[in-house]
């Protein structure tokens, strides 16, 4: 009898212990997206959905937040402890968050068979590592120069003056798709980009490499944007602003959207999201030409785990599945993101001529502003746009800016 009233006492000890192991093993995931549009949350809950159906001791919960507070409540999660396990990132605060330990080192999470090595392109990878790790997956963005075919057929412009190899191919090209009157310019054959548009050294930066320049900063992060190609590059747009050939964008105008300048260096999602219904209501219509090798820029959207999730290993498969075939897949489906597999290259371009020659010359020519990651990245943005809008605005010249903002430069980093 008292044997087994001792076996009954085990087993019900057992099965009063058994759901507490298995709370134990249980792991609710925060995945944080910046945005605001119900499409990227539609697809990001239905990739989180599809993996917890594949991980019942795994929850996931999508919180989206707005651009403009983004970083703002991000960065206050940090440093309260209540950061996500899993988190976007803009292509900037990469290194910022890097430099802060924020992001857990994936190599001990990724298998040595993982098929992402083969599937993904070498250089989307390596942007994302650093010191021999990997820390991000990018959801990439490159640049394409588009431009408007109706004005191209109008002023003659050949296929040959469309094979731009060089920024004197370019600046004849822009010349040839400036609509004048006269003294007058009707139609600029560049919307230029600036600080209150977009982005003023991206344009730089793909012009530049054009005529030969080399990456902006070098293995131990002194500058490069000194570079006589980099002067020649941004005195030769200050010349094609004065001239009326390119048109500075202003603050929330993009004016190849606007039906006053011809070409633009852009993404294909902008184009897409903005650019082709506008264009195509003042019966206009959009041609592709892609950025010369290895004068493309690699950008994007970063995802990354806490370094101080409480359960990394989780967090880290969850992250490698945002950047499986299946979810890819999905987010393409849902959100129309654009992918970093080559499996994927078919799903996505779907014949159409904008998306092939972009998504090639993404996953073909595009590369970072530096050999290396570079923790004064934010610091180093904002000298140089303030380098190139004062260019543009003329109060000094292309030189004495760009040698004046590598002193800069060199003092934040400690390089003097």
Known sequence: MKKWLSVLLCCLLCLSLAPLSIAEQMAELQLWVPGSDNPLFEGYEAVSKAYTASHPNVTVNVTMIAWDEYFTKLSASFVGGEAPDVYGLGFLQFYTFLTNGYMLPLNEYISADWDGYDDIVENILEIGSADGNTYAFLVPEARSIYYRKDIAQENGVTEEDMDIQTLDDFIAFVKKMTIREGDETIVAGFDLSTIVGTSPEQNLFNLARM?????????????????????????????????????????????????????????????????????EGVGGEIGIIPLPNQCNILLGQWYAANVN???????????????????????????????????????????????????????????????????YFLSWANLYRSAIEAVYAGTATAQTSLETFCAEYKEVCGLN
């Open 211 to 279: 005529a030969g320049a080399p990456l902006m900063w070098k293995e131990d992060l002194s500058p490069n944007f000194d570079d006589p190609a980099y002067i020649a590059t941004l005195t030769a747009l200050t010349d094609l602003v004065n001239d009326g050939t390119c048109l500075l964008q202003t603050q929330g105008v993009n004016y190849f959207n606007t039906d006053v300048a011809a070409v633009t260096i852009s993404n294909q999602s902008s184009i897409e999201n903005t650019s082709l219904s506008m264009i």
């Open 309 to 375: 999730s409480a359960h990394p290993s989780d967090a880290a498969d969850f992250l490698l599945y945002l950047n499986s075939t299946e979810a890819e897949s999905m987010l393409l489906e849902k959100c129309n993101l654009v992918p970093n597999r080559k499996s994927l290259a078919d799903d996505y371009c779907s014949g159409n001529e904008l998306r092939t020659v972009y998504f090639n010359s993404l996953m073909n020519d595009a590369v970072s502003y530096g050999p290396v990651a570079n923790g």
